[in-house]
């Protein structure tokens, strides 16, 4: 692994340590998850995982400081939330977050990788880093490139057009490594990757976990959404703030029932026949797990928790 200003990606400022007790989240439509539990130390991999729905990208935000804590207490590195989360974004940096930092499918993979050269080298620098000459700061954010490409495992020249290949033309595992890659750039001590395993096969699976693994063992902290959480990392999951969630959803449902019946005055037999012979929607959506990939989450959920997360990200 390439080295900028004499340390590794990674190792720029070491690792943060997350602590959370009873943290919550809420969004426009009620809460996103409630009741969150974290302590993972500097350089630790953080696995946030649960079903489609259940929070896990509003949790993410929320630990990068991209979304507000409404209750509860955390803390990233020296940082409260959700008093400074300008702190935490300083330090914490985001990739494969969709709606948040998509890639531009129109652009290649070397006009993404300039355009955050450029970034960093306007942005990213302190003080005296600008008053540097231009040239050295090119340089400085060219091997900052190189090095997070190394990080990330992204060979240019494996592309089918080198850097000049398009976004759109990318295989998903190689558009993941390239947004980590981005993210790389600017030395984050806290790395946020959503949908990390998302449609990928088992062996790219693996290989996503490898790398996360990696930067995590090279010094950053790293916080990732996944359908099922890697050996060894620092699980927290969203499963029970989301099935409380859909108890409490469901019981009102069910107490308005015997209610319109006896409205209408409708006899209840007929209407017991004749949901028996209707499948429950609980047992088809459970054919349709045992079917289908239980690990690819649901998009009409996977929208609303995404669309709520970009909608308090703006707010934040």
Do not use: Y
């Not at 720029?12 to 969004?27: M, N, S, Y």
């Not at 969150?36 to 696995?47: C, H, T, W």
């Not at 890639?103 to 955050?116: C, F, N, Q």
């Not at 950053?220 to 989301?242: C, I, K």
């Amino acid at each position: 692994m390439q080295r900028v200003q004499g340390r590794h990606v990674g190792e720029q400022a070491g690792g943060v340590r997350i602590a959370a007790d009873g943290l919550g989240v809420k969004g426009p439509r009620g809460w996103a998850v409630r009741g969150i539990s974290v302590d993972a130390e500097p350089g630790a991999l953080v696995a946030v995982e649960g079903p489609s729905g259940s929070g896990r990208t509003c949790l993410l935000l929320a630990l990068t400081g991209r979304m507000k804590v409404s209750e509860g207490t955390a803390a990233v590195g020296d940082a409260r939330l959700p008093k400074q989360m300008a702190a935490v974004r300083g330090i914490s940096a985001l990739a494969h977050v969709p709606g948040v930092n998509d890639l531009d499918p129109a652009l290649t993979v070397g006009e993404h990788l300039r355009e955050r050269a450029l970034l960093q080298r306007r942005f990213g620098a302190s003080l005296r880093g600008l008053l540097r000459p231009r040239g050295e700061r090119a340089a400085e954010a060219e091997r900052r490139v190189d090095a997070a490409l190394e990080a990330a495992g992204l060979d240019l020249e494996a592309l089918p057009k080198g850097p000049r290949t398009a976004v759109r033309d990318l295989e998903r595992l190689e558009a993941l490594r390239l947004s980590i890659a981005l993210a790389l750039v600017g030395g984050p001590r806290l790395l946020g990757v959503d949908d990390a395993d998302l449609k990928l096969s088992d062996g790219e699976r693996e290989e996503v976990r490898a790398l996360l693994r990696s930067l995590a063992d090279a010094g950053t902290t790293v916080v990732a959404v996944f359908g099922e959480a890697p050996e060894g990392a620092v699980r927290v999951s969203t499963t029970q703030s989301h099935d409380d969630r859909a108890a409490g959803d469901d019981r009102p449902d069910e107490q308005d029932q015997p209610d319109e019946a006896d409205q209408t005055g409708q006899a209840d037999q007929p209407d017991e026949a004749q949901k028996a012979d209707e499948p429950d929607p609980a047992d088809r959506a459970d054919r349709a797990d045992e079917q289908g990939h239980p690990d690819e989450p649901d998009e009409a959920d996977q929208g609303e928790e995404k669309a709520d997360a970009i909608v308090e990200t703006g707010r934040a």
